[in-house]
């Protein structure tokens, strides 16, 4: 499931833009790798994410990952539904499961980013 | 060095279930199939079913076969009853843990049932120091091994045993059928839930897995063989144990019967046992929300003192659990149940308590 409005990463996180905002959280096709997530850990409110650097990190019963920013900017918003559902990253990924919103710095890198299309083409997916 | 992967007799069976594939000590194993927590859970409170056919199984024979094991095993061979299964390790001469393992003495045998990342590795030990007086086989690719775990284990599994399994005590087996299919049953698990472990030929297996299946246990993958175990403390070789560490060390000197005559590492294990142990296994919980991971340092007090050996998440007290050998004998203070120590994660120290083991009860019926 890969839904037309978001844009992607080659490390399975997605992107809702929301005008000056960005809003983050990880695809259908990463929660299913990832298995069972047990815990996450988010950027704190008012910290600085770059483009693709790691900013957080997800547990699942099997393995730590990292979490990538998509775009840089401030972290305006985190969700705070994870720290005691964690699930909702399984069973939501693009609703409920979302990560954090964050002020994009320069629009410019949104270039950077995959289209439906693309991120259906590197996981596979028939549409 | 084995190059190519091995698959087990059912993996077309966990192809069908579309489970999640993983190489595991050279073999192709299901990690999980709906999702580990939901797999651990259906063991806890109910039922499960398990492929562990790559466990190595080595059988020896002949008139000294029960002597010249009792010469590594560091547990008593000689008061086990026919049918009757042992847990020990066998060690090196310097007291490391070469493997734990299961041993059953069956009718004229002996079968040793030992990890599959260590099967090549008994298997050369044994032909190191082989004698006329026994001979023994690898039975490994012969021989499958399917588990059905859970409180409801036995209630399940009846209406397919030709064997009362009532009349099966606790690290005990017998031979009969299993969905028509010869197997060895016995009483034992690696979850801390009451269950059996069904030994059948291998190309019977997918016949047995299929029938049990039909009615309904779900299947259950390496995932959940790994939280449940560790929930129950059970040790797992490679993590909390391997050949830098003696049994006593780990929290094993019952299965070390030191009255014993002469078996390799019994010098040692003296002298360690006299002198005092500088480190020991501990049981630990987080006090957050973060999991420990193997490998992780701890620290007491400010000082270092030692590593996570096994960490996860516990499903059933929903937080991080893990063991950790500690270096006691580096340390001032005592290290016992309420000791707090601080786990080192990605740089951070996270709270968490030292705790008995286990970690939670299951309804293993030991002592029966």
Same mark, same amino acid.
């Given at each position: 499931m890969v839904p037309e409005n978001l844009l992607y990463t080659k490390e399975h996180e997605w992107v809702k833009l929301e005008d000056s905002k960005a809003r983050v959280g990880v695809t259908q096709h990463a929660q299913e790798q990832l298995g069972d997530v047990v815990f996450v850990e988010l950027p704190k409110k008012g910290a600085e994410v770059k483009q693709m650097a790691p900013c957080g990190v997800i547990e699942s019963v099997k393995a730590v990952s990292e979490l990538y920013s998509p775009l840089s900017g401030t972290v305006l918003e985190v969700n705070p539904g994870l720290a005691d559902h964690p699930e909702k990253v399984n069973q939501d990924p693009y609703g409920d499961g979302w990560m954090f919103v964050l002020e994009v710095k320069d629009s410019k890198e949104v270039e950077h980013l995959l289209p439906p299309a693309n991120y259906r083409e590197l996981v596979g997916v028939t549409p | 060095m084995e190059k190519t992967i091995k698959a087990t007799p059912l993996l077309a069976q966990h192809e069908k279930e579309h489970a999640k594939l993983i190489p595991f000590a050279g073999w192709q194993m299901p990690l999980e199939y709906r999702g580990i927590l939901e797999e651990h859970r259906s063991v806890r409170r109910a039922k499960g079913l398990f492929d562990l056919s790559h466990m190595g199984e080595i059988e020896v024979t002949g008139p000294g076969a029960g002597a010249w094991l009792d010469r590594f095993i560091t547990n008593k061979l000689e008061a086990l009853k026919p049918g009757q299964a042992l847990y020990t390790v066998i060690c090196r001469e =310097? +007291? +490391? &843990?070469l493997d734990d393992l299961v041993v059953y003495r069956l009718d004229g045998k002996f079968m040793l049932v030992v990890n599959a990342a260590n099967t090549r590795k008994i298997i050369e030990w044994l032909e190191a120091h082989k004698t006329p007086e026994a001979s023994f086989r690898d039975r490994t690719e012969e021989i499958a091994l399917l588990a059905v775990q859970g409180p409801e284990a036995q209630a399940f599994l009846q209406p397919f *045993? *030709? &064997?009362? %399994? =009532?009349s099966i005590g606790y690290y005990h087996g017998a031979e009969g059928k299993v969905a028509e299919c010869p197997a060895l049953v016995s009483r034992t698990g690696y979850t801390g839930e009451d269950g059996f472990e069904l030994y059948v030929e291998a190309a019977r297996a997918p016949r047995v897995w299929e029938a049990l299946r039909a009615r309904e246990i779900p299947p259950v993958g390496l995932g959940a063989r790994d939280t449940l175990r560790l929930e129950a403390a059970y040790l797992l070789y490679g993590n909390d144990m391997d050949e830098t560490t003696t049994p006593l060390e780990v929290g %094993?000197?019952?299965?070390? /019967? %030191?009255? /014993? =005559? =002469?078996?390799?590492g019994k010098k040692v294990l003296e002298d360690q046992k006299r002198a005092g142990l500088r480190r020991k296994l501990v049981a630990f919980a987080m006090q957050d929300r973060s999991v420990p991971r193997k490998g992780y340092k701890l620290h007491i007090e400010g000082k270092f003192a030692g590593q996570v050996t096994s960490g996860s998440y516990s499903p059933t007290l929903e937080k991080g659990i893990g063991l950790a050998l500690v270096e006691t004998g580096a340390l001032e203070v005592p290290v016992k149940e309420g000791t707090g120590i601080q786990v080192e994660i990605r740089g951070e120290p996270h709270p968490a308590v030292v705790c008995k083991k286990p970690f939670v009860q299951g309804s293993v019926k030991r002592g029966t």
């Open positions: - | =310097d +007291g +490391g &843990i *045993s *030709s &064997i009362p %399994l =009532d %094993l000197s019952w299965v070390v /019967k %030191l009255e /014993k =005559d =002469d078996f390799v």
